[in-house]
Nanobody, 124 residues
Framework: QVQLVESGGGLVQAGGSLRLSCTAS????????TGWFRQAPGKEREFVAAISQSGGNTYYSASVKGRFTISRDNAKNTVYLQMDSLKPEDTAVYYCAGRFRGVDIEDSRRYDYWGQGTQVTVSS
C-alpha cells in the first residue's frame, strides 16, 4: 500500500515558522487531494488544511487561515505545509492524509492513507 512519511516538525518559539513535508511512496498519490490533520494531547484529531490533486484548490481551517499555506510538488510526490506565526495552541502531532475520496474534504474518514505523524511544539 501507499506509504506516507512526514518530516519537518520540531520545537519553535511562538511567532516562528516551520515547514512540514509529506512524501508518498507511489506516484498515484498525486491523483488525489491530500490533507493535513493534527492531534494535540487529550484532544480529537482535527482538520488543518487540504489541497486538490493539481494544487489548484486549497482549504484551511479557520484557526490556521492566513498563517499556514499548503502546497504540493507532484514531481516529488510531496505535499508541504508552511506554518508561519506559530502559536502555542498549534502544538500537536501533525499527520499527512492521502487519497481523499469523498465530498467533505475535512472528513478524516474519507482519506485512505496516513503517515506516522511529526511533532510540532510551539513554546510561549
Amino acid at each position: 500500500q501507499v506509504q506516507l512519511v512526514e518530516s519537518g516538525g520540531g520545537l519553535v518559539q511562538a511567532g516562528g515558522s516551520l515547514r512540514l513535508s509529506c512524501t508518498a511512496s507511489e506516484r498515484t498519490f498525486n491523483n488525489y487531494a491530500t490533507g493535513w490533520f493534527r492531534q494535540a494531547p487529550g484532544k480529537e484529531r482535527e482538520f488543518v488544511a487540504a489541497i486538490s490533486q493539481s494544487g489548484g484548490n486549497t482549504y484551511y481551517s479557520a484557526s490556521v487561515k492566513g498563517r499556514f499555506t499548503i502546497s504540493r510538488d507532484n514531481a516529488k510526490n510531496t505535499v508541504y505545509l508552511q506554518m508561519d506565526s506559530l502559536k502555542p495552541e498549534d502544538t500537536a502531532v501533525y499527520y499527512c492524509a492521502g487519497r481523499f475520496r469523498g465530498v467533505d474534504i475535512e472528513d478524516s474518514r474519507r482519506y485512505d492513507y496516513w503517515g506516522q505523524g511529526t511533532q510540532v511544539t510551539v513554546s510561549s
